[in-house]
């Protein structure tokens, strides 16, 4: 069973120095999951003394005002022999054997972390102390609750004192040791006033009266240890601390607890509850008591720690390895990461994740539409045909059909395609811009290093401008080559031009009559709508082989060429992290370590239960 109360002091210890204590608004802390024993009592109520009385050595500073402005976490080792001595978690390799050097390292490590204006903080200070003539037990000390500010510190230091008194007790974990005066009402109690305010059962508090020796001649305090006055779960228990005279004549703790105990034992109002009475009892039935407490709560705890193991793993693979130390380490490191994005584009472009299908519906709805909205038909109108044709005959009429006048007239309208064949470029491009950006969002390791981000992402649209370039380059070659060479069975279909009509001496744009004209107008949209068809299913083959199919190839070779050309000083600066996410991983490395070790530690306990 002491090995229990071992198990909590070394996860305690390393919640410490890790930082965690159970702070409101820290990270999920282990701390407040731990079982212990707040010792509260006001300013003057004897707590420091029955502390020393459960330790039996003076180590604690006193003086007027608020001497405790930190909390304590006081952790007792019995020993079977050998010279008490004491450690400070701060000083790990020093042992202290002269108690009035620890009251001074208590006093001058508090002003460390306060300063000597009499502040607060909420960040404990751990002692251990090794002694013969203890039990294995933990307490921590918490500040003295006042009710008046004295000189050099703020008017809040009595509500900034009580906060942090609440906020350590009223933890579900938190045993509660409440001091108070037998020589004062115990209504007054600040200890009894706060303990019951945040446990209003009494299932968690263990109330110790101190100062009975000094009660006015004939009063006692048999109805309060009797549980009458005010009844607590557990039993009062007295304890008669050494005078202030005592203290300064240095009367030996061990004399002192003797002189305790014949005091119950011959006082008569005392003497039926002598046995459960004294500091000695007390320390015996505290450090029972958490033993107990600890027992109960392992279950929950591992559970807790189980849990918040695979959160913190979690967070940590989220934010991403740190960084390496070698060139070759970095390199590595920075072409996984451009490997990972490469792939998540991909995998938008194949459909396993989604965007990839807007580029289909460019090639099915919005560049048929765009075709449509040229209308040959219009731009095929009888004057228009007239003009064209007689332009295409110059001096000397056709003889047979005006083949002239049917290529401009195929020409001037396929040219047109060139518009929309350019769009449907231009909108895979855009398409293609969009799932590098949602990719780059996608790539977790990529919000690690801001810097190689904006690289990565300058490299890949840089990329994909070129495959426009070319892309636009191949399509509107396809384009031109239709109205270059035009298909040859068109020609050969074509009617003889036997009813060419109109009036030579005429003007030249009333040679043909608007039946011959409105013929060559349907016959020329018939070939353009024919050469339309064949388009729209070349041109998306074209801008898939050379701007999608290329994408999915070399998005990054040309990144990758200047990577590797790249020293050490210049991938470092690629990898220019932000501050906060290296604090943070630090941050989570260390408290997943500490609930690794405490998982450990708890198992190897189990395993002996």
């Not at 013969?132 to 933990?138: C, I």
């Not at 008194?165 to 115990?186: G, H, M, T, W, Y």
């Not at 070399?554 to 501050?579: C, I, M, R, V, W």
Request: hydrophobic content about 35%; aromatic content about 6%.
């Amino acid at each position: 069973m002491e090995n229990l109360i071992q198990l909590v002091n070394k996860i305690q210890q390393a919640c410490t120095a890790l930082g965690d204590h159970g702070e409101e608004g820290a990270m999920p802390t282990l701390w407040d999951a731990l079982p212990s024993i707040a010792v509260v009592g006001g300013q003057s109520s004897g707590k420091s003394s029955v502390l020393e009385s459960v330790v039996g050595k003076d180590f604690l500073p006193r003086g007027s005002g608020i001497v405790t402005r930190r909390p304590l976490v006081l952790q007792l080792h019995k020993i079977d022999e050998g010279r008490e001595y004491a450690e400070f978690m701060h000083l790990p390799r020093k042992k202290f054997t002269d108690f009035a050097a620890v009251r001074q390292e208590i006093a001058d490590e508090t002003d460390r972390e306060t300063g000597r204006n009499k502040g607060i903080s909420s960040v404990p200070i751990h002692l251990s102390i090794y002694s013969p003539h203890v039990v294995n037990l933990t307490l921590v000390d918490l500040p003295g609750l006042t009710k008046v500010a004295v000189d050099g510190q703020p008017d809040s230091i009595v509500q900034d004192i009580e906060n942090m008194v609440r906020a350590f007790i009223e933890k579900p974990n938190c045993i509660i040791l409440a001091i108070s005066p037998a020589n004062q009402d115990l209504a007054t109690s600040d200890a009894i006033k706060i303990s019951r305010e945040v446990d209003p059962k009494g299932e968690r508090t263990f109330g110790v009266l101190t100062k009975i020796d000094l009660m006015d001649k004939g009063t006692d305090a048999a109805e309060i240890l009797e549980g009458k006055s005010y009844k607590l779960n557990f039993p009062w228990i007295g304890v008669v601390n050494r005078s202030q005279a005592d203290i300064n004549k240095q009367v030996d703790m061990i004399a002192a607890r003797k002189r305790e105990m014949e005091y119950f034992a011959n006082t008569p109002e005392y003497r039926h509850l002598a046995s459960r009475m004294g500091s000695v009892h007390l320390g015996k039935v505290l450090s029972k008591h958490l033993e107990s407490v600890i027992k109960s709560r392992i279950p929950g705890l591992q559970s807790l720690i189980n849990k918040t193991i695979i959160e913190l793993e979690t967070e940590l693979n989220r934010i991403g390895k740190p960084i390496a130390a070698d060139t070759g380490g970095k390199l590595y490191m920075i072409m996984e990461i451009c490997r990972t994005f490469d792939q998540i584009f991909k995998d938008h472009l194949d459909g396993i994740r989604p965007g990839g299908e807007k580029i289909y519906q460019v090639f099915d709805n919005q560049f048929p539409a765009s075709i449509k909205r040229l209308q040959f038909d219009k731009h095929l109108s009888i004057d228009k045909v007239r003009k064209l044709i007689t332009e295409a005959d110059g001096y000397q009429p056709h003889l047979i059909a005006p083949e002239q006048g049917y290529r401009r007239l195929i020409e001037s309208c396929l040219v047109s395609i060139r518009g929309p064949a350019e769009a449907a470029v231009d909108a895979v491009h855009g398409i293609l811009k969009d799932l590098i950006q949602k990719s780059m969002s996608e790539t977790m390791e990529l919000k690690q290093y801001p810097t190689l981000r904006v690289e990565l992402g300058s490299a890949a649209v840089d990329s994909l401008e070129r495959m426009r370039e070319e892309s636009k380059k191949s399509t509107l070659l396809l384009v031109d080559m239709e109205y270059g060479y035009l298909t040859v069975d068109f020609f050969r279909k074509l009617p003889q031009d036997a009813e060419k009509g109109g009036n030579p001496t005429h003007s030249l744009f009333d040679r043909y009559n608007d039946s011959y004209l409105r013929r060559i107008a349907t016959t020329v949209l018939s070939y353009v709508n024919m050469v339309c068809g064949t388009l729209r299913h070349t041109i998306p083959k074209s801008v898939v082989y050379c701007q999608v199919r290329e994408a999915k190839r070399s998005l990054l070779d040309h990144f990758f060429t200047e990577l590797g050309k790249k020293e050490g000083k210049q991938l470092a600066s690629l990898l220019n992290e932000d501050p906060a996410i290296m604090q943070r991983r630090t941050s989570l490395a260390k408290r997943l370590e500490l609930y690794r070790n405490a998982q450990s530690e708890i198992e190897a306990v189990a395993w002996e239960r």
